[in-house]
């Protein structure tokens, strides 16, 4: 049994665009979080992108790094097609090599989780720990922990405990040694 069963993922309700889901989360995340919409950066290609959100605690006086920010990326629930998970997948990485005007390079954070549906299948434990290696993790309600980012799926921090792993962990992006 994989570790993505041991921390299940809620369902979040529908919404008829990106952009209303953001609105949504963002929202309810804005009491432990600053939030930045529609963040502008230069990937390392030399093309500029552009993320839904900066999030920053509000309060950082328990977590490692002393300015800790991270980005977070929503989408529309995929059909749960390989290319879609793929290409959700690749943005985010792409994301991970951009240096975010005033920010620098962040992880980033996709909303919602997307093993939800690869959980269920084989490989879903394995493609969240690779893509936690390559700076991706996930935005995600859990049973028992509310609201949670997770990155190689341990919880980074979550709405009922605040700060876990990050009170060790620098969510600072890393390159080369891990």
Avoid at 43 to 68: F, Q, T, Y
Avoid at 86 to 101: N, S
Avoid at 133 to 158: A, F, K, M, T, Y
Wanted: net charge positive; glycine share 8%; proline share 5%.
């Amino acid at each position: 049994m994989g570790a993505l069963r041991h921390r299940p993922r809620l369902p979040i309700p529908d919404h008829a665009t990106e952009a209303d889901r953001a609105t949504w989360a963002l929202a309810y995340l804005g009491q432990w979080f600053q939030v930045e919409r529609e963040v502008w950066g230069s990937h390392c290609s030399g093309r500029r992108v552009r993320l839904d959100a900066i999030l920053r605690p509000r309060d950082s006086s328990s977590w490692k790094d002393e300015d800790p920010a991270f980005g977070v990326e929503f989408k529309l629930a995929h059909s749960g097609s390989t290319r879609d998970f793929t290409a959700w997948a690749a943005q985010a990485v792409d994301y991970t090599h951009v240096y975010w005007h005033g920010y620098g390079r962040l992880r980033i954070f996709t909303c919602p989780s997307p093993f939800v549906v690869l959980a269920e299948r084989d490989g879903g434990d394995l493609m969240a720990r690779m893509l936690g290696q390559l700076g991706v993790g996930e935005l995600s309600p859990i049973q028992r922990r509310g609201w949670s980012l997770l990155l190689n799926d341990h919880v980074v921090w979550c709405e009922s405990d605040g700060p876990v792993a990050a009170k060790q962990w620098s969510i600072k992006s890393k390159v080369g040694s891990r």
